[in-house]
């Protein structure tokens, strides 16, 4: 079955570095998504993307993150200057088309100190 | 702000009993998706139900999407420890990319 592979799975950072998370959705797949969850909380929506741009955005997505989709098959997250309230799993997701359910990845958990 | 609340939050039964959990909303939403996620991964799709008053059956799992759109149940028949797992759903709004996670029902199945 189709998987949406993320790495690194685990990452350690300090406080202010700049970190990129990887995902490699699956390949006929057209609408991708970041989301987070802090230890013991709810999954949250960070953003969505398709046809190369950000389609929505949460609060949370601030100017410190950003998304890219460099070449046909990787779709990255970048946090610029990592906080510690940064620390989280965050999962990458993918969808062939609207309303269908989401394939999540096995996420990258990132600790920040 | 829309908020997706499941009950119980945890529950531990015996194998071979039956359960129910519950998804409630004041909102109204387009489609809602149940998942289950293990310690470590990421939420796994159990089912979408897209239809108000739409019963899915998957297995021994059976999901209900209530008929004003805003709650969702899903009833286990004969749990097993391999249902043991947290059972989370998730509500979409009609033109919006966002899934609204629940709060998350923790089951322990005792054998």
């Known amino acids: 079955e189709p998987e949406v592979t993320q790495t690194p799975s685990h990452q350690v950072t300090q406080m202010g570095q700049e970190v990129i998370l990887r995902c490699v959705p699956i390949?006929?797949?057209?609408?991708f998504y970041w989301y987070r969850q802090i230890l013991g909380q709810k999954v949250e929506f960070l953003v969505s993307?398709?046809?190369?741009?950000?389609?929505?955005k949460s609060e949370i997505f601030d100017d410190q993150f950003s998304v890219e989709r460099p070449d046909g098959s990787n779709f990255t997250l970048k946090i610029r200057s990592t906080k510690l309230e940064d620390s989280a799993m965050y999962f990458c997701?993918?969808?062939?088309?609207?309303?269908?359910?989401?394939?999540f990845g096995s996420g990258t958990r990132l600790t920040v100190v | 702000t829309q908020l997706l609340e499941q009950s119980p939050q945890f529950l531990s039964i015996q194998e071979g009993e039956n359960l129910t959990v519950y998804c409630n909303s004041s909102?109204?939403?387009?489609?809602l998706q149940w998942y289950r996620q293990e310690p470590g991964e990421g939420p796994v799709l159990l089912v979408t139900?897209?239809?108000?008053?739409e019963v899915k059956k998957l297995k021994r799992l059976t999901f209900q999407f209530g008929d004003a759109r805003k709650d969702s149940s899903l009833h286990i028949t004969a749990a097993q420890p391999g249902d043991t797992g947290l059972y989370l759903c998730?509500?979409?709004?009609?033109?919006?990319?966002?899934?609204?996670f629940g709060t998350g029902t923790r089951l322990t199945i005792i054998p």
């Open positions: 997701a993918s969808i062939p088309d609207r309303d269908y359910g989401y394939t």
């Open positions: 390949s006929n797949h057209l609408y």
């Open positions: 993307f398709y046809n190369n741009e950000i389609s929505e």
């Open positions: 909102s109204v939403f387009s489609s």
């Open positions: 139900v897209v239809t108000g008053g």
């Open positions: 998730a509500g979409l709004n009609f033109g919006n990319e966002k899934l609204t």
